[in-house]
């Protein structure tokens, strides 16, 4: 395509869309979006577009999106192309001018949230294309009200969680481990599987192929030192010793699933592509720069963290969880454990009414001085109150702390959806505040000013 060519889309395109610059906006690839897959603490609404066409469903979104706080925006839609001619911008102009038409409150959040642009990969026809994702995906939050004992309620559902993460020794990865028995779930017509010169089509019952357990094991091992993790279900022992099963290889970056959690990069098969491979050039107005980009792989990132006497002030209202297990994982770690000096749990309130609260003295604070009684005060202080409003008392937790603990490195694990309702407090934390960010795409202005002011460090700031 000629510099002329891509000059007069742009301008077309700025024209119609009314000079939108997208300058949150970031690209990525994946194999292929799960419309059905969870994303913890968040609330999700989706528009579907079908492929290669602009009309978005106009059927009502969840009653509770207009209440809630949007987060994130994702737009999906396939690499693969029916014609050579086709231009996959004029495409994705007329779905955001639906998007704007159709659900203008939403759009008119485009510059104000992360918004990425997520090509699928997989499909290779029209016919594969067209059991794809193709349209918006909306994150959205709603805070937590309500009973905190009942057990159907989110909060419990959390504390059900955080008490099986100490079960099972941390573990947050959720993928199949070599040699393991796993059913095959998420599959969906046309999704067809290469196994080991097998095509398997997941849309057929009886998909299944006879093959002896210990070739199965001696396989998986073999399969492991290419980078891919063997899934298969145990259907039962047929004649012979042989093994009835359903069986899938699939590249261990992109496994579990393939849809990603909006605050997780680099994690589950999702990859960013270079702005050059990208028609985010054409979109945007100006260059694109994040300079307040952070990780979502908070585990990595708190291993490059290198201090002692270590204490956490932890967040652990609502939409933490997942944050709060990567935590754990690494703050149980045989090099880490003896370097932590002390914990600190905070919850905005302990269940107070929102109207109540004062800067301060908004209480919910926990400490952990001893670790073997982490749980039990965590599971305690989550059961007494989970946030209420989108606003948290971090920095009366932090000083909270330092009155305790003393002299220390100090880790805010902070909730990057929630404004801190006390940063008239910045003043008196004389000392360097580190900040762990989490549900973050990029750190919001008012956690990027703590670490300024202070001499701490964003830990996971890429």
Not at 332 to 346: A, D, R, S, Y
Request: proline share 5%; with cysteine; net charge positive.
């Amino acid at each position: 395509m000629t510099r002329f060519s891509l000059l007069f889309i742009f301008t077309m395109l700025c024209a119609c869309s009314n000079a939108q610059t997208f300058e949150k906006a970031k690209p990525y690839y994946i194999l292929k979006y799960d419309a059905k897959s969870n994303v913890t603490g968040f609330e999700v609404a989706t528009i579907k577009s079908p492929f290669a066409s602009e009309r978005l469903s106009k059927r009502p979104l969840p009653r509770n999106c207009s209440k809630g706080k949007i987060v994130a925006i994702d737009y999906y839609y396939t690499q693969f192309r029916s014609a050579k001619s086709f231009q996959q911008i004029g495409l994705d102009e007329k779905r955001f001018a639906e998007l704007k038409k159709l659900h203008p409150s939403i759009h008119s959040q485009i510059d104000s949230v992360p918004v990425r642009f997520i090509e699928q990969t997989l499909a290779k026809t029209i016919k594969e294309a067209q059991f794809f994702f193709h349209g918006f995906v909306v994150y959205y939050q709603v805070p937590m009200t309500g009973s905190t004992s009942s057990r159907s309620s989110p909060r419990a559902k959390e504390i059900r969680l955080i008490n099986k993460l100490f079960k099972n020794n941390f573990e947050l990865d959720d993928s199949p481990k070599f040699g393991e028995i796993r059913e095959i779930k998420g599959a969906h017509p046309n999704d067809l599987l290469h196994v080991w010169g097998n095509i398997i089509d997941l849309g057929t019952p009886d998909s299944i192929i006879e093959v002896d357990e210990g070739d199965i094991r001696a396989g998986v091992m073999k399969a492991s030192e290419n980078e891919f993790v063997t899934c298969y279900q145990q259907v039962g022992l047929q004649e012979n010793d042989k093994m009835a099963i359903k069986l899938f290889r699939v590249p261990k970056k992109n496994y579990p699933g393939t849809s990603p959690s909006p605050f997780t990069e680099g994690m589950y098969g999702l990859i960013e592509k270079n702005y050059e491979q990208s028609k985010l050039r054409a979109l945007s107005a100006r260059k694109q720069q994040f300079p307040n980009a952070v990780s979502g792989n908070l585990l990595k990132s708190l291993d490059e963290f290198d201090s002692d006497s270590i204490v956490l002030i932890i967040d652990i209202t609502g939409s933490m969880v997942e944050s709060i297990a990567q935590v754990l994982k690494w703050l149980h770690q045989e090099e880490v454990l003896p370097k932590i000096k002390g914990i600190v749990l905070f919850n905005d309130g302990d269940g107070r009414k929102d109207r109540t609260k004062k800067i301060g003295k908004t209480g919910g604070i926990h400490f952990v001085d001893n670790l073997k009684n982490l749980q039990k005060i965590l599971v305690k202080a989550m059961g007494r109150g989970n946030g209420g409003d989108l606003i948290e008392n971090d920095l009366e937790a932090v000083l909270a702390a330092r009155n305790r603990y003393g002299i220390a490195s100090y880790i805010l694990v902070a909730d990057n959806l929630a404004h801190p309702r006390d940063l008239p407090l910045l003043i008196d934390v004389d000392f360097p505040l580190n900040l762990l960010m989490c549900n973050a795409i990029e750190t919001a202005i008012y956690y990027q000013n703590i670490p300024k002011k202070t001499g701490g460090i964003i830990i996971n700031s890429k």
